[in-house]
């Protein structure tokens, strides 16, 4: 069994920027695919960005030029790293792979 551990949620400001990490307990990150998702209040859960095993990667249109997602092999981690964060950024974030997801980390972006 496959489990994800998110971290790196918080409070920040508009504008401000904020780094995710999504721990993997088993060396899973380097051959699949993964990705971010985000669930905002009363709304359902949204994808943010894949990256794929061979490296690239690609973003809803909503994120796109802000955040970046990537991933250390050596460490079964994945990240999103989250600039110009604007208040509608604000949700639970999920990192999902293999059909696994985390539990989610809270991102609150104040005006």
């Known amino acids: 069994q496959v489990q994800l551990v998110e971290s790196g949620g918080g409070l920040v400001q508009a504008g401000g920027s904020m780094r995710l990490s999504c721990a993997a307990s088993?060396?899973?990150?380097?051959?699949?695919?993964m990705g971010w998702y985000r669930q905002a209040p009363g709304k359902q859960r949204d994808w943010v960005a894949t990256?794929?095993?061979?490296?690239?990667?690609t973003y809803a249109d909503a994120v796109k030029g802000r955040f970046t997602i990537s991933r250390d092999n050596a460490k079964n981690t994945i990240y999103l790293q989250m600039n110009s964060l604007k208040t509608e950024d604000t949700a639970v974030y999920y990192c999902?792979?293999?059909?696994?997801w985390g539990q989610g980390t809270q991102v609150t972006v104040s005006s």
């Open positions: 990256i794929f095993s061979v490296g690239t990667t």
């Open positions: 999902s792979g293999l059909g696994y």
């Open positions: 088993g060396s899973i990150v380097s051959s699949n695919t």
